[in-house]
């Protein structure tokens, strides 16, 4: 609909990097602890860098929908008849209805209210979820900045529960480059245990680790991930640039807006029954 | 503050100000409302019956400022009938349902002139009873331009098999009703429905018909409004009375009356005053009753 296509005969739409999009704020609210209150706003840290295709219908180039699809009939399903089920074993299912779903949902926080303080060096890395900045909105950004700077002093990241979306996510608050940021925490019980993952027995004999502590001294280097690159998007992209400046793309029909409000049959009974009406007048 | 205590139904209800003027260029006061009220409420009642009640309050007359109350007020009496629904986001509300003469009296009493409800009920709020074609006529447009496309859409939809009744709106519109009553239809599909038979109007009907939102497109044309298909609006409730100058009431027509008016161009008969309004129901009965009970498949969904 605002699909305009001339954006993407420019390429430039097409190939807009993540890192240049505005910040757009995903929450706001507070963070709290005591008697401080900091009015924040919630913003992606991160924006994976998949290279996501559409997947068109060959013939038209109409891109294609996903539909349920039920085997034992072999017919797509209508979305009134889909249920939610939950498999306690192979083919028994508890069903659940969206009320009831609801009725356990969290509600929506307001604050980030952070319940005790940590060391971060205490926090493993395998419980780190995902990232996301906190930026000061208006009026708390002396606050802000204080709590940075202490926390980051002291390498300490303060502890909450916290809503977004619909699900209740254990965060950490800590101090990033100057500014906050929030960490999402895998809870305990989803971190898988580790028992036989290290082997036992053996003793390492002290000429064997002095060597192996020697190769790895060797090739130390500081942290400076900007040296890598996704190869395969990096390929890709030049690949769809290539592919962008030779040809010119192609395009889904042009659907007419409104002969698409209404299934085909209804529409062509209504364009049936209109001329009858027009007729007779 | 005057008060008068009065007994129905075995309840006790303390009426207050009934001798306030609340229609003042047309000289008709709360205890006319009431009254209004009482009579028609045998008519009214089923129209009401399980709907979620949005009161749309004037203390001080129609002509002055009112406000929208969704919340049953909580200084309502025990006995007042009440539903939790949902809100967006989950959040729960008691709303208030007229099922008897007593509440409907009381709510008058909170001067609810307007009475406004969904069109489903609060046991199944995701189906709809039926699908509505709200015609609203721009600035430039009279209710008799509403009348013609009334009456193509009531023959459009003929030839699709859906009977529709059609009431005033008590303002310039006219409402059509498509009664469904059964519970396999959502709102998606009157909303997608009624959308597709705007649009087509539209086309077909350029210079009396537009089926987009925006005021410009209006002017000298009717909207078709088909979003009022949706869980969250409401419609004036059949006899409500509404607020205007002159105490006029959302009433149900014939389609032969729609028909005449249209024909001698008198769009006076397209405005039922309270006591016609009365007079009119006691004499002929509820002629929307089908919209309650009528059961009809969308066809072609």
Redesign the interface.
Known sequence: MGNSRSDIDTGEVLFKQGNKMAVQGIWSGTISFSLVAIPVQLVKAVEPGRVSFRMLHSKDYSPLARRMFCPEEDAIVHP?EIIRGYEIRPGKYILITNEEL?SV?P??SRTIEIVEFINMNEVDSIYYDHPYYLVPTKGGEKAYRLLVEVMRRTNKAGLAKFVLGEREYLVAVKSMGGALALMTLHYSEEILPDEDISPRGGEIEAEEKSRIKKIIKKMMADFSPEKYADERRKKIMDLLKKKAKEKVPVEAPQVEE?EG???A???A???E??R???M?? | MSRKVVEIAGRRLSLSNLEKDLYPSYGFTKAHILEYYRRIAMFILPHLEDRALTLKRYPEGVEKDFFFEKRCPSHRPGWVKTAEV?RD??ERMTVCLINDLETLIWVQNLASVELHVPLARVGSPETPDFMVFDLDPGDQATILVCAQVAL?LR??LS??GLTSYVKTSGKKGLHLYVPLNHKGK?FEDTK??S???A??ME??YPDLVT?KMAKKYRKANVFINWAQNDSKKTMICIYSLRAREKPIVSFPLAWKELENAARQDDSEKLQVIHSEAVITAEKQGDLSREVLVKKQKL???
Do not use: C, H, W
Request: proline content about 5%; charged content about 35%.
């Open positions: 009134d609801e949902s509600q929506r409104e409000e209404g299934p049959d209804l529409i009974a209504l364009k029954s209109m009858k009406v027009k007779k007048r | 949902s986001y989950g193509i023959d459009l030839r699709l959502t997608q429905f959308r597709a038979v649009v087509i086309k077909n089926a066809p072609y969904l």
